[in-house]
Each structure stands twice: as C-alpha cells, then as structure tokens.
C-alpha cells in the first residue's frame, strides 16, 4: 500500500529514509524517483546526496545547514508533489544477451526447473520489459522485476561464490545483472557483453533508476564481436526515451 | 616526487575523504574509517583535510622518500621510526631525500595515518582517490599497497605552521567505549527486550570485520517479525541485526543496499571509534536522540579545531 503520508526514519545523524509504501510497485518507486528529481530541480538547501530504492528514498543532510524537523517538513512538502508524471520519460536501454552455453550455464537446469524447453525461458525473458527500480548493493547492479510469471523459481540453494560480470540471471520475480563478479544466488540464464559498471567512464553506471531494459538475444559470435568493441570503448547500448 | 613502498603492512590503502555522489551507482564514500584522526593528521603537515594519505591496518609500512617532506602520523598507537631513530605521533617531523620511514605494530587501536606535505597524487576516480576495494577503483589501481610500488606526491608545500596535537587530545583506544547510536530506521520490527539488550549488553568485535562493516557478539537482539526487509538504502553506520540477533555496524565500504533489519545507526562521530577497536574488545550502545547526536557533533567538530597547538 502507498501510504497517506510518507515516513521519515531517521538513519543516524546525517540521514533520514523516505519511506513511501510497503510495497515493491511501480506506482512506490516512481514516487521515489519522482521525490529525488524534485530535490533536485529545486535545490534544497542542506540535502547533501540522495539513494532511492524501490520505496524508499535514503536523504543525507547536513545538520549545520538544515535541523531534522526544517529537514522533514521541506520533504513532506515535495512528498506531496512527487507523483510520477513529474518524472522526465523513462529511457529504453536494449541490451544484447547471449542465452544458454558456456555463457547461460543455467539456462537448461532453470527450463528444467520451471518445466519449460530451454528456447521457451528465452523467448519468453527476451520478449519482456523490465523496470530498473535502483542500482546498488555491488557498483552498476540493477534491481529490476517485470519478467512474465512462467518464468518466477525459486533461488538456487547454494549460492555460488562466482558469478561473472554481465551475467543475465533470474531469481523469485527479479532479474538481475551481475556488474561486477560476485557470489550470487540468481539462475544464470546469459550473459551482456554491455559492461555494467565502469568506473572510468563520466557515468559509471551504463543503467539508471527509472530505465526500462529489454534483452535482445544474440549468438556467440555476436556476443564476442561487441565484447571485442566494448573493451575498445567503441560500443554503446542503442538508448531510447 | 615519489615514496617508494620497501614494504606494504598487510592492508594498506591510498584514501582522502572520500567519494560524494555516487551513492545511487551502489558505489560507496569510503575514505578513511578515522575521519578526525585523517584530518589532523593533513592538518598537521599543512595539506588541505581531502588530501590523500594513507590508511594502515594493525601493522603499517616502510617507505623511502625520494625528495625531502614533512610528515604526521596519528590514529592507532604504533611506533613510528625515521632512518631507525624513534619519532613522536600526532606530530610534524621532517624526512630528508632518501630517508626511510617505517610504522610499526599497533599497541592498541587498529588504524594509523600518515599524511605527507604535498599529499599522495594517484589520478582520482569519480572526484577521489580513495581506494574502494571491493569496486576496484581509486588509489593504486584499486588496490591495497605492495611492495615496490611508487606512491606519487603532490608538489612540496613547504614547512607546516603548527605541529603538535594537544596532548590532552590525543585519543586512547583501549578501554570500552560507549557509542553514541539512534534508533531506527526498522526499529519498529525488533521487540522491547531486542532493544533493551542492544543498550544495556555489551558487544565484542568478532575477527570477521572489515572497512565495509563491524561483526560483534553478544546478548540476543530479539526480531519481532522476522529479520528481511524490502531492500532499502544503507546508511553509514547503520547497524544490521539478522538471523542470529547479533549486530553488524556497516562502515564506509558498506553495500549501499540490502534487505536486512537494521535497528538503529552508529552516530557519524562515532565512526572512527569503531573503526579503532581490536577483534576480542568490547563496546555498549548508547541511545542519544537526533537532536542530541547534532548538538555532539557541533561539539566534536568545534573540538577538532583547536585540537592542534
């Protein structure tokens, strides 16, 4: 449920959460979003940084420059406006994916798992829109739902220590892409050549709380082909609005 | 313009005060766990407080200068020699071209800092030069320090004016403190006898704690409902309590998020503290309020001020 009012949760002594709903919704996140963008298009005094996640919005502050009372009652105020047409359009990021192999270790086990033929998880994760709700926990890692039911399992039992950046993977209602080799939990479906997370680039994360990412399959010759282009710095994902 | 690394220390690391803006990339602040400690330190050498040093862990390095600079180290007690000859901490001290500069085992407290005039010159990563580990990024290629490696130096400053902390303010870091903590953000999900326990117990360090966060033992934090949450943002400080009721603190190279309870948060000047004590020692909670954690923290950073003579 969107709550009437947001909560305020005071997280030590220069952070507060903005906390929205109790529930993981577009409706929750956009308003999340939407709250960030208004502080700031109007710049309020003593906001330091920000971090929305899919119905909260962590807020540092300075408390030399804003009281925590000034603090929520100037939040309470743009809570009120922050509906989700304030927001500028969502971007389209198409990502190449090369399902299965090598490169989707788990495709078949997870076709296996969900009682579907391995090209049927494909079609079906390829042919959805996902939601990036925030990026976060390691550098570049997208939060995104949206994928069709049929393809909901459960995480693996035991979490590998391993998972290769770019890995295309899918877990409960979300899928994830691994930006930076880690343990993980999610079935490896494929694998982005797209390189998630690069800390040398002006924007180092290639995706963005509020993008819409749909998967485009491709083969292995094609995943080496733009992997080679991407380690150049010649490749870009094509990005709509 | 240039240190040479005769030897590393087990964890040493490149740091300034950290990385701004890019939490919503899920790339933490880092810098330095002893932020005040880092801080006087610069100051003591005359560097701007966000110039880069270098943060030592239980047993520091050897370092061999190739241009003459003035030099400071504070945080955790550990001697300090210059070409052999024992130096004072918390205070300024030249080195010549070609002296070397070694930082011995921590007698108590875990990090040291040392601040050189002119500062550490890596190239910044997204507006810093501290290391991120676990991000690969900042410092010397993402790295702690090893053997053999060149530390660049910023241009060479000149003699500092003041040298010498006050000696009464000079930290120790050996009894148990009493850490400064508000509750929230999901204090609403942990029982009356959880909260009281997190207040009234002490906890002890465990091993398992690093820059990203502090594991302790101790009395049982109750969960009324469970210990998973909607995954939301981590602040500094925060203090997780998951399956087995025992408190982690996440420090500067937490995660940004997770989907673990967390009960309450480290105030921000009580960061350092933590980051000073040994596995094995002990602290208590205590549970300020926001407003009284903002009148500390005007306090503190008052104190900082006139913390060198």
């Not at chain 2, 004072?88 to 108590?108: D, E, Q, Y």
Request: aromatic share 6%; hydrophobic share 40%.
């Amino acid at each position: 449920m969107i709550y009437p009012e947001p909560r305020f949760l005071p997280c030590g002594d220069l952070a507060v959460s903005v906390e929205v709903a109790d529930e993981i919704s577009l409706e929750a996140n956009a308003r999340v979003l939407a709250l960030e963008y208004l502080i700031r298009e109007r710049r309020v005094p003593g906001i330091t940084e920000t971090l929305p996640t899919y119905r909260a919005l962590l807020v540092y502050y300075e408390p030399a420059e804003i009281g925590f009372d000034a603090l929520t009652g100037a939040l309470r105020g743009l809570a009120a406006e922050a509906r989700p047409e304030v927001l500028p359009p969502a971007r389209h990021v198409e990502l190449p994916c090369c399902y299965g192999g090598e490169l989707g270790f788990e495709l078949e086990a997870a076709a296996a798992k969900l009682g579907l033929a391995p090209e049927e998880v494909t079609r079906l994760h390829a042919g959805a829109d996902y939601h990036v709700y925030f990026v976060g926990f390691t550098p570049g890692l997208p939060y995104m739902t949206g994928m069709p039911e049929r393809l909901n399992i459960p995480r693996l039992v035991n979490p590998r220590t391993r998972t290769p950046a770019g890995s295309v993977s899918i877990g409960g209602i979300q899928c994830c892409i691994y930006s930076v080799e880690s343990p993980g939990g999610f079935w490896v479906l494929g694998r982005t050549p797209a390189r998630l997370y690069d800390p040398a680039a002006a924007e180092p994360s290639l995706l963005r709380a509020g993008d819409t990412v749909r998967f485009r399959p491709i083969g292995r010759p094609e995943f080496d082909a733009i992997a080679a282009d991407v380690a150049a710095g010649r490749w870009r994902p094509r990005i709509s609005s | 313009m240039t240190v040479l690394v005769q030897d590393a220390g087990p964890l040493t690391t490149v740091q300034d005060l950290g990385r701004m803006g890019q939490l919503r990339v899920g790339l933490p602040r880092s810098g330095p766990m002893d932020r005040d400690a880092f801080v006087i330190a610069n100051r003591l050498v005359g560097n701007d407080d966000d110039s880069a040093g270098l943060e030592c862990t239980l047993m520091g390095p050897r370092l061999e200068f190739a241009d003459a600079r003035w030099v400071a180290v504070t945080g955790a007690d550990v001697p300090v020699t210059l070409d052999g000859a024992a130096q004072p901490a918390w205070t300024a001290f030249p080195v010549s071209a070609g002296g070397v500069l070694k930082i011995g085992a921590a007698r108590s407290g875990v990090r040291s800092y040392l601040a050189i005039s002119g500062g550490i010159d890596t190239p910044p990563v997204l507006g810093s030069r501290s290391t991120y580990l676990r991000g690969a990024l900042g410092g010397i290629d993402g790295r702690a320090l090893r053997k053999g490696d060149p530390l660049p130096l910023g241009r060479s400053i000149g003699a500092p004016a003041a040298r010498r902390v006050r000696a009464e303010r000079i930290p120790t870091y050996g009894d148990e403190p009493s850490i400064d903590a508000i509750l929230g953000p999901q204090d609403d999900r942990f029982s009356a006898a959880g909260i009281a326990a997190l207040f009234d117990e002490p906890y002890e360090m465990l091993p398992q704690s690093d820059r990203m966060g502090a594991r302790f033992k101790g009395a049982r934090i109750e969960h009324t409902r469970g210990h998973d949450i909607i995954s939301d943002g981590i602040a500094l400080g925060a203090i997780q309590v998951i399956g087995e009721g025992q408190p982690i603190v996440l420090l500067v190279d937490r995660q940004t998020a997770g989907g673990y309870t967390k009960i309450g948060t480290v105030c921000s000047y009580e960061i350092g503290r933590v980051g000073q004590l040994k596995p094995g020692q002990r602290l208590r909670f205590r549970q300020v309020t926001v407003a009284a954690a903002h009148a500390t923290l005007a306090a503190r950073r008052a104190a900082l001020e006139t913390a060198i003579a």
